[in-house]
């Protein structure tokens, strides 16, 4: 046991007894902070306020929080109910803001750690796309300071949670200017799997699934936050994007996005769950006192077997005006420039010779995409091999994925001089 653990746990045996970690969160009093921090009032839409009452009672009642949890749960709640009324204001303000167009928004989605990120971050090599930083997720607002001040805000932040959790950037290498995924636009409006990652809270996961709106207030959002941010730039480029959530809300993106274009990308999902579940253990451990990761590979396998049945659903077409196109995990970290080149001539665009040599030093720059080696066993996380690729075989016929039993091949470097129409 580390200090850092130790000490947690002793603050937790200590707030325990003085009764601190049994209050309920309440919604109203976290509304009321926002509103007090910010003097604004009007969120404009308060649908947020089931969803959020939702996750806070199942916070409060199944998640065990620590006193560390507790504390950033109401940080964190306060944060989006923050950016809320600033978003809302800044709307109210330049009404032109939420008539700019989103055009052709392209959406890259998957299971979970089958490189959705690489894919995302070599793609935005191209000084043509767009995509949230991290910061900008976080504090999007100039209301609380300039872009410098917030992004050296945030930087601070994901220090601090590296110190609760260092296992974090040897499995997801972050920092405040990195692309963020649109899980943490759609948490704005407590509609977001993102919360069902940091915290066991299974009776709002089990909502959220059965809720007959699904996604589609999310992705109104979703859209009116790019809005924002377009507003500020001043520009439009393209919208890159990136999320594994995705794969569950495609006609919600069909609704608010008819020209969105989709890229999945396919990887043994074997691989997956096993990186997935450990990357679910760190970020829920300095949050709980309570944490089983045997429990962990069985609920990450049920809900991304659903996300395999989905794409298999989907095919090459999900109605959008673009078919879907197709990304295989082992293509792109052999061949990351002819894969990118693939995806752009897909939807009928041009990779730049400027923009293949960026991908290259990208690569070249980052061994392994940034990402620390790790070795897991099945038992850690309550997966039997066996059994998984039985569940999963449907999936990787149906794509022909590979599984993954040897070493994994490492980038390469590939030359810019491609063929490009």
């Known amino acids: 046991m580390t200090i850092t653990t130790a ?5 937790d045996s200590v707030a325990g007894m003085l009764g601190l970690l049994d209050r309920p969160l309440d919604a109203d009093e976290l509304i009321g902070i926002a509103r007090r921090r910010t003097g604004l009032s009007d969120f404009g839409n308060t649908a947020f306020i089931e ?40 709307a109210a303000k330049h009404p032109a803001m939420e008539t700019a167009p989103i055009r052709q928004p392209v959406f890259i989605t998957g299971l979970p750690r089958s490189g959705t990120t690489f894919l995302h971050r070599l793609m935005l090599t191209d000084p043509a796309n767009r995509a949230p930083a991290v910061w900008e997720t976080i504090a999007p607002s100039p209301a609380t300071g300039t872009s410098e001040q917030r992004i050296a805000r945030v930087a601070r932040q994901l220090k601090t949670f590296e110190w609760l959790a260092p296992e974090f950037r040897a499995l ?18 407590f509609r977001s799997l993102r919360f069902d990652t940091t915290y066991y809270v299974p009776s709002y996961r089990n909502w959220l699934d059965a809720d007959v709106l699904r996604h589609l207030p999310a992705y109104r959002f979703h859209r009116q936050f790019l809005q924002f941010l377009q ?20 006609e919600a993106i069909r609704a608010v ?11 043994d999902p074997v691989k997956v769950l096993l990186s997935q579940s450990q990357l679910t253990e760190v970020l ?6 309570q944490l089983d990761p045997r429990t962990l590979g069985p609920d990450e396998s049920r809900r991304w077997l659903d996300g395999t049945r989905r794409m298999m659903a989907a095919g090459d077409d999900a109605g959008f005006d673009d078919p879907i196109c197709h990304v295989h995990h082992m293509d792109l970290i052999s061949d990351p420039v002819s894969t990118v080149d693939s995806v752009y001539r897909h939807f009928g665009m041009r990779l730049s010779d400027d923009t293949a040599s960026g991908i290259e030093q990208y690569v070249a720059a980052r061994p392994r995409g940034g990402y620390g080696e790790h070795t897991y066993r099945f038992d850690d996380h309550g997966l039997d091999e066996a059994r998984e690729r039985a569940l ?3 999936y990787m016929v149906r794509f022909g994925v590979t599984a993954e039993t040897g070493t ?13 129409v």
Request: aromatic share 6%; glycine share 2%.
């Open 7 to 11: 000490a947690l746990r002793l603050s």
């Open 51 to 90: 969803p959020l009452t939702r996750l806070l009672n199942a916070c409060s009642a199944e998640s065990a929080l620590s006193l560390v949890g507790r504390s950033a749960t109401r940080w964190d709640i306060v944060r989006f109910l923050t950016n809320l009324l600033q978003i809302q204001d800044a």
């Open 172 to 189: 997801h290498p972050m920092d405040a200017t990195s692309p963020q995924e649109c899980s943490e636009i759609a948490a704005h409006v």
């Open 231 to 250: 507003h500020q730039d001043g520009i439009a480029r393209r919208w890159v994007l990136k999320c594994p959530e995705h794969l569950f809300a495609l």
């Open 257 to 267: 996005y008819p020209d969105a274009r989709i890229v999945f990308v396919h990887r």
């Open 284 to 289: 829920r451990r300095p949050f709980t006192r």
């Open 392 to 394: 999963f075989r449907p």
């Open 408 to 420: 994994p091949r490492r980038p390469v470097q590939v030359p810019a001089k491609v063929e490009r």
